[in-house]
């Protein structure tokens, strides 16, 4: 089944204690991207990954790292999480082929920064 | 990048059909129009996609307008399930296939 997986789905933790969210697809998709939700602001994007080794800033990306080592994985890392980066985050994966391909997304991430 | 213009909410009435705008007045040629919708306490999911003709799936149909600067989401019956946020993107197909994420049109649908 194709899929994006999130890990965690739930983490609550204190400020500037190091933490990753990992994000893993099974499609062979070029193409990830990291989201954050917040309540009335949409779908923000905070870092996006064309292919291996290639990243680019999204809107919101101050606070946060990604790397993009292998095809399949995306992890989102907070290095010193701060109480503002309280959110819930999506991770997303497309093809970039030309049959323009529709995103898929993985179920979520809610994270609490005490 | 282009941008998308959408209301922020709609009502709907069960089993009525439903038409969502979306207003892309910057839309480039090789800009495609997405659609995807997210329903409470999940991930978006894609719904439809288009570049100019009209387009129809199992879920909703899309209408372009010829100048490509406006489309409409259509769901033809809607049901209570269909509430959720319906967001319209612009995006290309290929290499410079980045989709940004608006706030969307929360949809209401009443009984």
């Known amino acids: 089944e194709a899929q994006v997986t999130q890990n965690p789905r739930y983490l609550i933790t204190v400020t500037g204690k190091k933490l990753t969210v990992t994000c893993s697809q099974n499609?062979?998709?070029?193409?990830m991207s990291w989201y954050r939700q917040d309540p009335g602001l949409g779908l923000r994007q905070i870092y996006y990954s064309m292919n291996v080794e290639v990243t680019d800033k999204g809107d919101v990306p101050e606070g946060y790292k990604v790397s993009r080592k292998e095809k399949r994985n995306f992890p989102l890392i907070l290095e010193s999480p701060s109480p503002n980066q309280t959110s819930l985050y999506f991770c997303?994966?497309?093809?970039?082929?030309?049959?323009?391909?529709?995103?898929?997304f993985g179920d979520g991430t809610r994270l609490s920064i005490l | 990048d282009a941008k998308t213009t959408q209301p922020n909410s709609m009502e709907s009435n069960e089993e009525e059909p439903v038409h969502l705008p979306c207003n892309h007045s910057?839309?480039?040629?090789?800009?495609?129009i997405h659609w995807y919708r997210q329903l409470p306490s999940q991930g978006p999911e894609y719904v439809i996609h288009?570049?100019?003709s009209n387009v129809n799936n199992r879920m909703a149909s899309l209408a372009i307008a010829e100048d490509r600067k406006s489309s409409t989401l259509i769901l033809h019956r809607a049901t209570l399930r269909d509430a959720a946020v319906y967001y319209c993107i612009l995006g290309k197909a290929g290499s410079q296939g980045n989709l940004i994420f608006g706030k969307g049109t929360k949809l209401s649908v009443k009984p």
């Open positions: 499609m062979n998709h070029e193409y």
């Open positions: 288009g570049l100019t």
């Open positions: 997303a994966s497309r093809g970039l082929d030309r049959r323009n391909q529709p995103q898929h």
């Open positions: 910057t839309i480039s040629g090789t800009d495609y």
